[in-house]
C-alpha cells in the first residue's frame, strides 16, 4: 500500500527538524529507525545501497581502449573478446605466460583469414562436462 502524502510529509518534518548526528553506519541508522520513519528509511535504505561506481565495468572499459586504440580500430568484435579475455586469463593465472608466448611463435596456417570462432570459445569451466 502506498503511503499517504500526510504521512511523508509528517516523516519529513520530523527528521528534519532532528539535529544532525554523527554516524558511522548510514545503512544501519536508516534500519533502526525503519519504525520511526518507513517510508524515509526505506528510500533511504534503497538509494545508499546503490553501489558508487561499477568498477568492473570502467576497468574492461579502461582496457579495451589498451586494446582497441584509435590507431588499432579495425581488430573485429571476436578478436579484441580473445585479447580482452585473454589478459583476465593470465592475470588469473589460468594461462600461463610462456604458452601464450610460444603460441605467438607460431607461423601463420594457411587457410582463410575470415575464420571466426563458434560462440561460447570463451566459456570458462569450473566443473565436469
Known sequence: MAPKPAQL???LKIY?????????????WWFKRRDQFP?????ARDYLSIPGTSVDVER??????LVLPHVRNRLSAQSTRALLCLGDWSR?????????LAVTRL??????????????????KTGPA
Open 9 to 11: 510529509s509528517d516523516e
Open 60 to 65: 574492461v572499459f579502461s582496457r579495451g581502449r
Open 16 to 28: 528534519l527538524s532532528s539535529d544532525p548526528l554523527q554516524v558511522d553506519d548510514v545503512l544501519t
Open 107 to 124: 607461423e601463420q596456417l594457411p587457410g582463410n583469414k575470415d575464420f571466426l570462432m563458434d560462440d561460447g570459445w570463451d566459456v570458462i
Open 92 to 100: 588469473l593465472s589460468l594461462v600461463k605466460d610462456a604458452d601464450v
Open 39 to 43: 517510508c524515509l528509511s526505506r528510500m
